[in-house]
Structure formats: structure tokens, C-alpha cells
């Protein structure tokens, strides 16, 4: 066990609320969706287990939104809306929420921006009027920002420069779209981060904070009654804004060539290749293809001992890989994607390992789907819906983020039962959007494999 | 992908406990002696039809014999890789089947099994898991497979700032005893364990004299007792002997690793107060104003809120078995390292000098006591605490305690704790990157 501080865990926790997500087992009746005058969206999941709330607030503004130039100015306003407002002094904010016991933090990604703290259920009320505060009332002095810009130009270099997977990673997105903004990084290019200002962070609030912008998710010991009351009086007042308008980003043009992209690096030690494919994402009301592709991945690469890759490449006199694995996040406003990893046993080269990857999802395809194989996770779908409301925090987040990328209470809703209908024949139906003219290949490797 | 705002600091020891509510669910703990003997900690909950198991072995890594570093860890890897009549595919098959889910994982100073499964099919998801516990087969083409995992992890470390921070630390502080090296083994050792190293590990380490188990979920005691003789009443009755107290022995300096990256992580620390210390909550107070999980710990707020240093700085008491410990880490760039290590000296001889002030004591202990019901919020949860607090050798009334024992904490005792807890001449920085002007000291 090393004495360093954690730090990737949370990242994790937070990007899979997607696919293999849904809430079939919550009986329905304990999720409340109604809207608020001025447009905002309000979802409750009572769960009285346990005298706590989530209380969330989720932006349908993302880094996709970003004008071109400004990368990361979603995610430095999401830092900056922990300074002040006209309420609060700079600084107070998560000190406030600690006072009451509470903790508080908040995320960016490609479609949305969300807040968040965890809280006695009694103290609802007092989050919900800060959150709402800061809606509306940003205070930001030269100083806060000057000296946020640092910090989360450290928050880069840790994440990304620091990691020679991520660095290739973010290359490797910035590859996969030719004209999409999911091509640049949340985080924002290191060069422009620099270049933000304060009126840039005020313009994008400005722009996208606003209550018919946004999602109100509280999820736990609560009543639907109760916090819509509050909500009423807390949110309720607030002006909604004009320009919020449909989210129109630039989409792709037709990817006809594939990419393939490498990097070496003294610091990496074990190659690795992945390939991710643009796919479609959940669409709102046609759930089918969507819980179809996450059959695929699942039987693909779900698990490292019984999946079609594992089975493949990991086991037998000759293994072509120590890790296999794939996945696909559907939950998007704009694209699905689909991946897959492998790592390659010391004496195997990532050609090698390329070839048999691609020759085991020929294989796979060519031919019937293994029955047992495919009730199995018919089966894991289903008992993940009964293990889920154990998470009212994670149902919170499931909710958030399809609503924040074009779903419905109603999509989320039937997702489950989207699951269970899945055949044999729609997977491998949805296989045919792995085609290598929408893929990235990316090799990471060691810095002396790659001057042989 | 998603960015967040802070890393999340994990939790390192229980806290104390608010109004009611807690009151509620943990009234609801029961002690359970099977008959056979095996005791646990049960939270009835029938609202979802599943139940949480957590074992904890204490021993892990640490039971080590000489010369086989990494025999527990890898045999932990091995335990799900085939039992009884079935291979490594056919258990993991047989497992899916029935959407149950098992974790198992060594520490330096325990293994630790999870357990998640289906009241429709509770019996066969405790069959295939006791098989695995009891009967695992280590077959040989198993083994090599997940050595050749750990081994790519290995190399991976090596090159890992993070990883190797941490274990330079370690080796300085504790050497030749397991806790001065990674419970993981080194590729040496790991390549020339054997079978008979790995059956050794998993007789000496999966032991009943030496297990703690909680369960929360859709079970009653009465169904819980009958359960665990027949999971875990297989296992030998004593184990390997545990190892022996760890003596610290890093002294206070810089030891800096050269690696290639634009930003440095640093690991500090020097020793802590071990968890039965009558001074352990005073010291806990201390370390929460100091560096703990808030924007407004005073850390945070030098390093980050006021300078923009870094994206986050924590610190830690880490009282293990063997060894206690105040750990603290953040990464920063390579020109502000001096900077950054002499601000942290500095703030805790100002904390050792002075101790905290009313208004920081207050904070902390509201927050300490509001937040500690906050975790028992899912079954999961609460059978991680549970099973932790006995391991501790705390009371099973222990969280109605708790929040009086916070709140009786003084402003003199942060004084005096802070005074000798905290000792800037003995901190050791480990320093893994290429700062500018730092040099190792020793």
C-alpha cells in the first residue's frame, strides 16, 4: 500500500453513469420530474434510508458549447463559481457547507457542467439558497481569477502532461473529430487556458447560467412535495434567460479515412493499443441500438476472463494480451463512442496484438452468439438495476447527465427494459458500426520500443 | 472523461456522528455468532433484495514469508481463478450467471474479500464463494497469467511519479520490514514464486483467527449464522503469525528521484498517533484544520486558494497495524517545489507553535460531526464501516460515542497534541520530478 493520495478515483465514479445504467427496479413512483415557471427541470428520487440529500444542479453547458479559442472556459468558470457572490464572500462558499457538515464539488464535461453537494436532509434548504444564489449573483475580482487560471493550469499538468496516456489520449480524441468540439479537451489546450480572462468566464456565464438552462436533481430522504416547495421559493423567483437557444454544434462530415496515431515515452513502460470508434449515441426515444451496442461491448470485452477478447488473446499456450477490455458511453448530446484496449505481454508487439484483437472480433462476428454468453449479461444488466438503488447519489448523476444530453425522464425510464429486449441479431447489428474509417488507433509505447 | 474541480480525499478513519437519524441505523447493528463460532456485525435492511458481505483477514501482505514478497498478493489475484470442479472461465462464468460480485484485494495489513449478491439466488452466489475461499485451485496456467498481470503492473509502477513517491517513502521510513516495500513484490521476486508459495500464502493468510465480517442487506441473523459456517468454517483455524511492530526511521530532509515530467509529486510525512492514542481525536482535529479534506484547511488555502500552486494538497494520519503515520502529498510544477515544501514547513511549526484558534476548532468539529452520518448512506457503505470499526477493536456502540468524543476535545489539547504531533525538523519530503533548486539532503 503507498502512503500517495488517490486521486483518479473520482473521475471513475462519475463517467459511468451511462450505459449498463438505468432505473427499471426503482419502483417509478419514487422518482418525481415537474418543471419550475422559468423553465427549470426538477427531478426527485426519494430514497428515506438514510437522512441524507443530493442536491444537484447540471447546466446544459459543456466544453462542447465552448466558442472556438476559448477551450477550458467552461471548466474555469465551474472553478470560479466557488468564489463569491453578492451574498457570499470569496471563498465561503464550500466553508458554508462544511459548517453544516456537508461537502460540495462540481465537474465539467463535453455536454454539461454540474454542482453538487451531500447534505443532512433537514439542511436542504440552505444549499438550495446558495445554489441558487450563484446562479445569478457571481461575484469575480481580477485577483480570484488570476490566481484560479494557476490552479487549474496545475489541474492540466497533473491530469493530462504529467500522464503520457492521457497526453495520447487527448491526441487521440482530438483525431476521432474532424469537425465535432468532442474534439477538445474539457480541460481546454494549455495555450488557450492561458489567454482566459475574466470577461470570458462572465460571458459564458452570462450566456448559459440561467434557470431554463438547467437541471435540478435532489435525490433521498425528501418528499417530491417538499422540495418542490422549496424549489419554488429558492429557484422559483429567478429571471429565466432569452438567448438560451437549441444546442447546435458543428456535426461531423462523413469520416471516410482511419486515423492511426503513436507516441513513445520514457515514462510508459507497457504498451498499449486502443481504438475508439465514433458511434451513435442513445437516442431519445430509440433506446434499442444504444442498449444494443452496450451488449456488444459487454460480450466483447466486459470481462477479462470470459469475454470474446479475454477468451481470445489472454488465455491458451500463446497469449497475445495481459488486458483486454471494451466499452461504450452512449450518453451524449452528439456521439456515441465505442473502445477497446489491449495490453500486450512482454515479446509481443502491438502489430501482433492489433492483429489478434481484429481477428477475434472477426471471429466473434462470423459467428452465433454464445446463448449462455449473452444471458449472462442479460442477467448482470438486470441485477445492476437492483444494486443501483443502493446509490441514490449514482441515480442522481444517471438522471443529470441524460437530461443534460438530450434524454428524457421517460428515456431514462425505459432504458432498462431497453436492456432486457436486446437480441442476439440487434448486436450484431449495431457491430456494424465499428467500421475502421470512423476509428482511431492509437499506440503508446516505450521510448526504446519505438527507436527499434 | 470529466474534469473535476478537486480530487476527493479518501476517508482514513471513522467519524463521530449527528442527531437521530444515525441513531436509527446504528441501533440496528447486531452482534451475530454463528454456530460455529465465526461472529459478525449485521444491519438487517430488506428494502433491496440483496445483501453486502465484507470480510477482512488482518495479516495481508505484511504475512509475507522471507524471500517471497508478493506470495498474498498474488495469490488474492488467484482466488477467483478457478475453484473446485471449475476453471478460471467456468467460475467466472458461474459467477455472472448468478450477477453476483466478489472483490478481492490485499493491503499491508489485511486481505479483504467483498461480496455482493442476489437474495434470489443468496445460496449459490455463498456456495461459489466459499469455494473459492476454501477450495481455490491455483492451477498453473492461472498462475501464469496473473502473474504476467502483476508483473505489467510492476513495470507500470516503476515508471509511475506517483507509485514511486509513495515507495520511496516507505523504504525510507521502514526498510527491511514489509511495510518499507511494496506488498505487490518486486518482478525478481514475483517471477520465482512457485505454487507452493502461493498455497503457503493463502493457508497462512485466509485463516479464522483472524477474520472480521459485517453483512448489510435483505438477511436476518438467524439465516446469517447458518451462512458463515458454511462460507467460512472450511478455513484452517489459525494462520501465519503477524509481523512485528514497524520502527520509523526516516529522518527529517529531502531525498529527490529525477523523473522526466514538468510537474513534481511530493509525498511528506514523518510518524503519527496510533488509533487507540487517548490523543487520537485531538490529533485528528489537528490534521483536519491543517490539511484536511476543505478548501479552508489552512494548506489548501496557502498553497492553492492564495498562490495557485497546486491543484490540491492533503494531509493524513494513517494509524496501520504496525506503524502509525501523518502522511501529505500534492503535486506542483518543478519551479515551485521550494517554494511549496517551505510552505508547508512553515505552516506546521505556526500550527506546532501556536495550535488553532477557537473559530478553526469550532469549524472542524461541526463539520467532523456533521459529516460522519453522511457516509452511512448505502448498504455497501455501512458493511465497509462496520467491518472497519472492529477491526479497529471499537465498540459496537462506538458511533453513539463518537460525536462526544469530538466535541470534548479543548483548544489545549490541540495545543499540546499539535506541539508534539506536528514536527517540521522531522519531516521527510520525497520529491519525484526534476525541481528546481532542490536537492536531496541525505
Same mark, same amino acid.
Do not use: C
Given at each position: 500500500m503507498n502512503a500517495a493520495v488517490l486521486r483518479g478515483a473520482a473521475l471513475a465514479g462519475l463517467m459511468v453513469? =451511462? +450505459?449498463a445504467a438505468a432505473a427499471?427496479?426503482?419502483? !417509478?413512483?419514487?422518482v418525481t420530474a415537474f418543471t419550475l415557471p422559468n423553465g427549470m427541470e426538477v427531478v426527485v428520487i426519494e430514497d428515506d434510508r438514510a437522512p441524507v440529500v443530493t442536491h444537484m444542479v447540471w447546466y446544459r453547458? =459543456?466544453?462542447?458549447? !465552448?466558442?472556438? @479559442?476559448?477551450?477550458g472556459i467552461a471548466h474555469f468558470l465551474e472553478h470560479l463559481m466557488f468564489k463569491g457572490t453578492d451574498e457570499i464572500p470569496s471563498g465561503q462558499f464550500s466553508e458554508r457547507i462544511a459548517a453544516q457538515g456537508g461537502s460540495d464539488n462540481a465537474f465539467t464535461s463535453f455536454d454539461y457542467t454540474g454542482y453538487f453537494q451531500r447534505i443532512a436532509a433537514d439542511r436542504l434548504d440552505l444549499v438550495m439558497a446558495m445554489e441558487a444564489d450563484r446562479m445569478r449573483d457571481l461575484i469575480l475580482s481580477e485577483e480570484d481569477v488570476a490566481t484560479e487560471r494557476q490552479v487549474i493550469l496545475e489541474e492540466r499538468s497533473q491530469r493530462v502532461d504529467s500522464d503520457p496516456g492521457s497526453v495520447l489520449q487527448e491526441q487521440a480524441r482530438a483525431a476521432q473529430f474532424?469537425?465535432?468540439?468532442? @474534439?477538445?479537451p474539457i480541460i481546454g489546450w494549455r495555450h488557450e487556458i492561458e489567454g482566459l480572462t475574466r470577461a470570458d468566464a462572465l460571458d459564458w456565464y452570462a450566456r448559459f447560467y440561467a434557470p431554463n438552462n438547467a437541471i435540478l436533481v435532489v435525490a433521498g430522504d425528501v418528499t417530491a412535495d417538499a422540495v418542490r416547495r422549496l424549489a419554488e421559493a429558492r429557484y422559483g423567483p429567478l429571471a429565466p434567460s432569452a438567448g438560451i437557444g437549441e444546442r447546435m454544434r458543428p456535426s461531423e462530415p462523413p469520416q471516410l479515412a482511419e486515423r492511426r496515431i503513436s507516441m513513445a515515452d520514457p515514462r510508459v513502460s507497457e504498451p498499449v493499443l486502443q481504438r475508439s470508434y465514433v458511434v451513435p449515441a442513445r437516442e431519445p426515444g430509440d433506446p434499442g441500438p444504444a442498449a444494443a451496442m452496450t451488449y456488444l461491448a459487454e460480450l466483447l @470485452?466486459?470481462? =477479462?476472463?470470459?469475454?470474446a477478447l479475454a477468451r481470445a488473446?489472454?488465455? @491458451?499456450? !500463446?497469449?497475445?494480451?495481459?488486458y483486454t477490455s471494451a466499452w461504450y458511453d452512449g450518453? +451524449?448530446?452528439?456521439y456515441g463512442s465505442f473502445g477497446l484496449a489491449v495490453v500486450p505481454p512482454p515479446g509481443v508487439t502491438l502489430e501482433r496484438a492489433e492483429a489478434a484483437m481484429d481477428a477475434a472480433i472477426a471471429d466473434f462476428l462470423s459467428k452465433p452468439i454464445d446463448p449462455a454468453a449473452f444471458e449472462r449479461v442479460r442477467t448482470q444488466l438486470r441485477a445492476a438495476e437492483i444494486y443501483a438503488r443502493d446509490d441514490s447519489d449514482g441515480l442522481a448523476r444517471r438522471y443529470g447527465a441524460a437530461l443534460a444530453s438530450g434524454l428524457s425522464v421517460q428515456d431514462v425510464q425505459a432504458w432498462p427494459e431497453a436492456l432486457q429486449a436486446v437480441t442476439p441479431e440487434a448486436v450484431r447489428a449495431a457491430? !456494424?458500426?465499428?467500421?475502421r474509417r470512423r476509428s482511431v488507433t492509437s499506440w503508446l509505447m516505450p521510448e526504446d520500443e519505438a527507436s527499434q | 472523461m470529466i474534469a473535476i474541480r478537486s480530487f476527493l480525499i479518501a476517508a482514513l478513519v471513522a467519524l463521530p456522528l449527528l442527531a437521530q437519524p444515525l441513531r436509527a441505523q446504528i441501533a440496528a447493528i447486531e452482534e451475530v455468532v454463528s454456530p460455529g463460532g465465526i461472529r459478525a456485525w449485521l444491519v438487517p435492511e430488506p428494502g433491496i433484495p440483496f445483501v453486502a458481505l465484507e470480510i477482512r483477514f488482518r495479516g495481508g501482505t505484511s504475512l509475507d514469508a522471507p524471500g517471497r514478497r508478493g506470495a498474498v498478493n498474488l495469490m488474492t489475484g488467484l482466488?477467483?481463478?478457478?475453484?473446485g470442479d471449475l476453471d478460471a472461465q467456468g467460475f467466472a462464468a458461474a459467477r455472472d450467471a448468478l450477477a453476483a460480485e466478489f472483490r478481492f484485494r490485499a493491503t499491508a495489513d489485511d486481505v479483504a474479500v467483498s461480496a455482493r449478491f442476489l437474495t434470489e439466488n443468496r445460496d449459490a452466489a455463498v456456495d461459489l464463494l466459499r469455494a473459492a475461499l476454501t #477450495?481455490?485451485?491455483?492451477?498453473a496456467d492461472a498462475v501464469e497469467r496473473v502473474r504476467g498481470q502483476v508483473l505489467a503492473g510492476l513495470r507500470s509502477d516503476a515508471r509511475d511519479p506517483r507509485t514511486i513517491a509513495g515507495e520511496v517513502f516507505d523504504r525510507d521510513a521502514?526498510?527491511?520490514?514489509?511495510? /518499507?516495500?511494496? /506488498?505487490? $513484490?518486486?518482478l525478481d521476486s514475483v517471477a520465482a514464486l512457485t505454487r507452493d508459495d502461493v498455497l503457503a500464502a493463502w493457508r497462512g493468510a485466509l485463516?479464522?483467527?483472524?477474520i472480521y465480517v459485517s453483512a448489510v442487506g435483505d438477511i436476518t441473523a438467524e439465516a446469517l449464522g447458518p451462512m458463515l459456517d458454511r462460507l &467460512? $468454517? /472450511?478455513?484452517?483455524?489459525t494462520g501465519a503469525p503477524l509481523p512485528p511492530q514497524a520502527a520509523y526511521g526516516a529522518r527529517g530532509g529531502v531525498t529527490v528521484v529525477d523523473f522526466p515530467s514538468p510537474q513534481s509529486v511530493i509525498v511528506f510525512g514523518h510518524e503519527g498517533l496510533p488509533? %487507540?492514542?487517548?490523543?487520537f481525536f485531538a490529533a485528528f482535529i489537528a490534521n483536519e484544520i491543517l490539511? /484536511? #479534506?476543505?478548501?479552508?484547511a489552512r494548506l489548501m488555502t496557502e498553497l492553492?486558494?492564495?498562490? #495557485?500552486?497546486?491543484y490540491g494538497v492533503a494531509t493524513y494520519l494513517m494509524p496501520r497495524d504496525r506503524a502509525a503515520l501523518m502522511m501529505g502529498s500534492l503535486d506542483t510544477a518543478n519551479a515551485t517545489v521550494a517554494q511549496a515544501i517551505d510552505l508547508i514547513r512553515a505552516e506546521w511549526a505556526r500550527m506546532a507553535a501556536e495550535g488553532v484558534t477557537q473559530a478553526e476548532l469550532d469549524a472542524a468539529k461541526t463539520y467532523l460531526t456533521g459529516s460522519y452520518? &453522511?457516509?452511512? %448512506?448505502s448498504n455497501a457503505a455501512i458493511a465497509n464501516i462496520l467491518v472497519g470499526m472492529q477491526m479497529e477493536g471499537l465498540?459496537?456502540?462506538y458511533a453513539q460515542t463518537r460525536n462526544a468524543r469530538i466535541e470534548a476535545v479543548t483548544l489545549e489539547d490541540l495545543r499540546r497534541v499539535a506541539g508534539s504531533l506536528l514536527r517540521p525538523e522531522d519531516l521527510h519530503f520525497v520529491v519525484v520530478g526534476r525541481p528546481e533548486g532542490v536537492e536531496s539532503t541525505n
Open positions: 453513469v =451511462g +450505459a427499471q427496479t426503482v419502483p !417509478e413512483d419514487a453547458a =459543456g466544453s462542447a458549447d !465552448e466558442p472556438r @479559442g476559448k477551450s474532424l469537425n465535432h468540439p468532442y @474534439g477538445t @470485452g466486459g470481462s =477479462g476472463t470470459t469475454s488473446m489472454q488465455f @491458451g499456450a !500463446e497469449p497475445t494480451a495481459v450518453v +451524449a448530446l452528439d457491430a !456494424e458500426a465499428l467500421d | 482466488i477467483e481463478e478457478g475453484a #477450495g481455490p485451485r491455483f492451477d521502514f526498510g527491511d520490514h514489509p511495510y /518499507g516495500s511494496s /506488498g505487490d $513484490g518486486t485463516a479464522r483467527d483472524r &467460512l $468454517g /472450511g478455513l484452517p483455524a488509533r %487507540d492514542d487517548p490523543d490539511g /484536511g #479534506g476543505r478548501f479552508s492553492r486558494e492564495r498562490r #495557485g500552486l497546486t452520518p &453522511l457516509r452511512f %448512506d465498540p459496537i456502540d
